[in-house]
T-cell receptor, first 116, second 114 residues
Framework: AQSVTQPDIHITVSEGASLELRCNYS??????LFWYVQSPGQGLQLLLK????DTLVQGIKGFEAEFKRSQSSFNLRKPSVHWSDAAEYFC????WGTGGGNKLTFGTGTQLKVEL | DAGITQSPRHKVTETGTPVTLRCHQT?????MYWYRQDPGHGLRLIHY???????DKGEVSDGYSVSRSKTEDFLLTLESATSSQTSVYFC?????????????FGPGTRLTVT
């Protein structure tokens, strides 16, 4: 079974600083990978996804993520953080080729705080 | 935003009572999912549906049942609520133009079992 590890429970950055949130997965093949963001009291919003092809993927709100097969990682990055980026971020994995519908496995989340 | 609503949005109930949560979608997506979110655990899949009357168990299905009699509605029932089922419950859908693998989430239902 697949698993996802987000090693940082909390991260604090200053507004305007760069951001990297770590995500490592365990799976026997290349999975489908996702990053979601959750603002307080809200549902989850899809930031970006990786299915295949270019290992650097762009998402919404200026976020990007890089898939590194050798490290089983899919880290989320943003060059300059805005105060509105404060939220909880979840990495998720779905097994490849399950033929439709997927059972996402989520990491435990990273809470991002932005200092003004 | 995907057309997903959940009802109720908040509920407080007593131990031992049955509870039903409703997820309604207007997107005509084939797949629907129920997750629970707890601190330190992220989101965990309870049950999912791959079509009308077609459902299957997820990671944490004990104590829960589901039904899907129409494409747009997916019900989650706690047969006899326990305090360990206090959680935030999210419904998700997939299977539209973006494919089966992209899931879109509803706003959540906060359930407290006293």
């Amino acid at each position: 079974a697949q698993s996802v590890t987000q090693p940082d429970i909390h991260i604090t950055v200053s507004e305007g600083a760069s951001l990297e949130l770590r995500c490592n997965y365990s799976y026997g093949a290349t999975p489908y990978l996702f990053w979601y963001v959750q603002s307080p009291g809200q549902g989850l919003q899809l930031l970006l996804k990786y299915f295949s092809g270019d290992t650097l993927v762009q998402g919404i709100k200026g976020f990007e993520a890089e898939f590194k097969r050798s490290q089983s990682s899919f880290n989320l990055r943003k060059p300059s953080v805005h105060w509105s980026d404060a939220a909880e971020y979840f990495c998720a994995v779905a097994p490849w080729g399950t033929g439709g519908g997927n059972k996402l496995t989520f990491g435990t989340g990273t809470q991002l705080k932005v200092e003004l | 935003d995907a057309g997903i609503t959940q009802s109720p949005r908040h509920k407080v109930t007593e131990t031992g009572t049955p509870v039903t949560l409703r997820c309604h979608q207007t997107e005509n997506h084939r797949y629907m999912y129920w997750y629970r979110q707890d601190p330190g655990h992220g989101l965990r899949l309870i049950h999912y549906s791959y079509g009308v009357k077609d459902t299957d168990k997820g990671e944490v299905s004990d104590g829960y049942s589901v039904s899907r009699s129409k494409t747009e509605d997916f019900l989650l029932t706690l047969e006899s609520a326990t305090s360990s089922q206090t959680s935030v419950y999210f419904c998700a859908i997939s299977g539209g133009a973006s494919g089966a693998y992209e899931q879109y989430f509803g706003p959540g239902t906060r359930l407290t079992v006293t």
